[in-house]
């Protein structure tokens, strides 16, 4: 069964620290990668996406994720996290026709301490 | 605003009550997703919409769940006799064919 796991359930960390976030997926076939973002009070937003290319994905707000195929890993990096970084962060996974379901871990919960 | 929309925004019912969400979707977008999610885990695919087709539901959608889109805009989300274990955030998505999902603010629903 396609599958989506975040290893870190609640990351704590002081403004200007160095961030990454690990995802890794199970799936049989060809995979579009996503990270999402929720800040307090606010909807699901996307960061960032891989659909084909270059494996290294620059997203919004400094963040980037590196896909590595042959460990089935999409983890997200931020060099240096601000205070409004504090959110959930999702990694999901869909098929290789873009728009199918999305698979989602189930999430990391980001504090970052000014 | 241009984004996905959801109404009502919290909905809270007693124990076998049926309830019904809106969802209006970014309006050139083809499909249209329903998702639920509870407390401490990520969202879990329900539905979803092509124009006005249903294409894939998930074993989630127990007959008690209902989704229409009838003119391949707006779609409901209707959950007959409703239990406590419905009580979740429901989250409406669109996007174009083989392109990102864009969410919508969700309907927290409490059954008590």
């Known amino acids: 069964a396609q599958s989506v796991s975040q290893h870190n359930h609640h990351v704590i960390l002081s403004e200007a620290a160095s961030l990454e976030l690990g995802c890794n997926y199970s799936?049989?076939?060809?995979?579009?990668l996503f990270w999402y973002v929720q800040y307090p009070g606010q909807h699901l937003q996307l960061l960032l996406k891989?659909?084909?290319?270059?494996?290294l994905v620059k997203g919004i707000k400094g963040f980037e994720a590196e896909f590595i195929k042959s460990k089935f890993s999409f983890n997200l990096r931020k060099p240096s996290v601000q205070w409004s970084d504090t959110a959930e962060y999702f990694c999901?996974?869909?098929?290789?026709?873009?728009?199918?379901?999305?698979?989602f871990g189930k999430g990391t919960t980001l504090s970052v301490s000014s | 605003d241009t984004g996905v929309s959801q109404d009502p925004r919290h909905k809270i019912t007693k124990r076998g009550q049926n309830v019904t969400f809106r969802c209006d979707p970014i309006s050139e977008h083809n499909r249209l997703y329903w998702y639920r999610q509870t407390l401490g885990q990520g969202p879990e695919f329900l539905t979803y919409?092509?124009?006005?087709?249903?294409?894939?539901k998930s074993r989630l959608l127990s007959d008690r769940f209902s989704a229409e889109r009838p003119k391949g805009s707006f779609s409901t989300l209707e959950i007959q006799r409703t239990e406590q274990g419905d009580s979740a955030m429901y989250l409406c998505a669109s996007s174009l064919i083989r392109d990102e999902q864009f969410f919508g603010p969700g309907t927290r629903l409490t059954v008590l």
């Open positions: 919409f092509q124009n006005e087709a249903q294409l894939e």
């Open positions: 999901a996974v869909n098929g290789n026709q873009a728009g199918t379901a999305l698979i």
């Open positions: 891989y659909f084909s290319g270059d494996p």
């Open positions: 799936y049989g076939g060809t995979v579009n």
